[in-house]
């Protein structure tokens, strides 16, 4: 392995760069020449970048270089030649619906490791985050976005449906009715209305979203592990629990902890 500054470079490929500085990933978009337009070769790296992280990274970061978080799908999957080595999506549309059901599976991967309950995952999102990049924004935990940010959910306007998994956070964020409106009109959410909503958690000038990630990453390590695992564990479930179910969780969890820290764990 190499080392790009301070950080150790674990791969670089497909348009996929992962780094780690001790409890810290980053896992950045590298072609901005096409504003970080996606395709099946950058899903496979970013499932790559999920199960290459050390044991010891506890935030993880995603961002984009250049001017884009990411502008969506590369336009080139719907050609007839498709990308070079993959199925064109017209080719995919007259396979079986097993087979489009396990692609579009394995494409989701690279956006569901995100929540993974030991880690806590930033989206630094600048510029146009579209379609599929507004899905992978959706993906992480925690979005902080410059004041330039343009979400849009494209999909609908093209004749498809959001099938990249983020469909679930974005009602979880903002409610039924905006996301509809959202999702049905393919406008843009700018960063006032993106941190209004709680689709960003923090939106600040271009110029300083990097140093907004590095103190929010700051913030969440200062925490010990164990107790930022167990927190993140009960808030995703509250919304599947009843009022009672969530205060026996919590009891059980708070439980958990007194004995860690009593060291009586198993």
Same mark, same amino acid.
């Given at each position: 392995?190499?080392? !790009?500054?301070?950080?150790?470079?674990?791969?670089?490929?497909?348009?996929?760069?992962?780094?780690?500085?001790?409890?810290?990933?980053?896992?950045?978009?590298?072609?901005?020449?096409?504003?970080?337009?996606?395709? =099946? +070769? !950058?899903?496979? +790296?970013?499932?790559?970048?999920?199960?290459?992280?050390?044991?010891?990274?506890?935030?993880?970061?995603?961002?984009?270089?250049?001017?884009?978080?990411?502008?969506?799908?590369?336009?080139?999957?719907?050609?007839?030649?498709?990308?070079?080595?993959?199925?064109?999506?017209?080719?995919?549309?007259?396979?079986?619906?097993?087979?489009?059901?396990?692609?579009?599976?394995?494409?989701?991967?690279?956006?569901?490791?995100?929540?993974?309950?030991?880690?806590?995952?930033?989206?630094?999102?600048?510029?146009?985050?579209?379609?599929?990049?507004?899905?992978?924004?959706?993906?992480?935990?925690?979005?902080?976005?410059?004041?330039?940010?343009?979400? %849009?959910?494209?999909?609908?306007?093209?004749?498809?449906? =959001?099938?990249?998994?983020?469909?679930?956070?974005?009602?979880?964020?903002?409610?039924?009715?905006?996301?509809?409106?959202?999702?049905?009109?393919?406008?843009?959410?700018?960063?006032?209305?993106?941190?209004?909503?709680?689709?960003?958690?923090?939106?600040?000038?271009?110029?300083?979203?990097?140093?907004?990630?590095?103190?929010?990453?700051?913030? $969440?390590?200062?925490?010990?592990?164990?107790?930022?695992?167990?927190?993140?564990? !009960?808030?995703?479930?509250?919304?599947?629990?009843?009022?009672?179910?969530?205060?026996?969780?919590?009891?059980? %969890?708070?439980?958990?902890? $007194?004995?860690? $820290?009593?060291?009586?764990?198993?």
């Amino acid at each position: 392995m190499t080392t !790009l500054d301070d950080s150790e470079l674990v791969f670089d490929k497909d348009g996929v760069r992962l780094t780690v500085e001790d409890a810290v990933a980053t896992v950045t978009l590298t072609n901005p020449a096409k504003r970080n337009a996606q395709s =099946p +070769a !950058l899903w496979r +790296a970013l499932t790559e970048a999920g199960r290459s992280l050390p044991g010891s990274v506890r935030v993880v970061v995603l961002r984009g270089e250049g001017k884009s978080f990411s502008a969506g799908l590369d336009r080139q999957a719907f050609t007839p030649e498709g990308f070079d080595g993959e199925p064109s999506f017209l080719e995919m549309a007259r396979g079986s619906e097993e087979d489009l059901d396990a692609l579009i599976a394995e494409y989701q991967e690279a956006f569901t490791w995100w929540r993974r309950s030991d880690i806590v995952s930033i989206a630094a999102v600048q510029g146009h985050a579209i379609g599929a990049g507004f899905q992978l924004a959706l993906a992480c935990d925690l979005r902080v976005v410059a004041d330039d940010v343009q979400f %849009a959910m494209r999909e609908t306007s093209l004749g498809l449906v =959001p099938d990249l998994t983020g469909t679930h956070p974005l009602v979880s964020l903002v409610g039924y009715a905006r996301a509809l409106e959202i999702c049905a009109t393919g406008r843009f959410v700018h960063a006032e209305e993106a941190e209004r909503t709680g689709l960003a958690n923090i939106a600040v000038p271009a110029a300083e979203l990097d140093a907004a990630v590095r103190d929010l990453s700051a913030a $969440l390590l200062a925490a010990p592990r164990s107790a930022v695992i167990e927190t993140k564990a !009960l808030l995703q479930g509250a919304q599947g629990r009843s009022y009672e179910e969530q205060r026996t969780a919590e009891r059980a %969890a708070q439980a958990r902890r $007194l004995r860690d $820290l009593a060291g009586l764990g198993d």
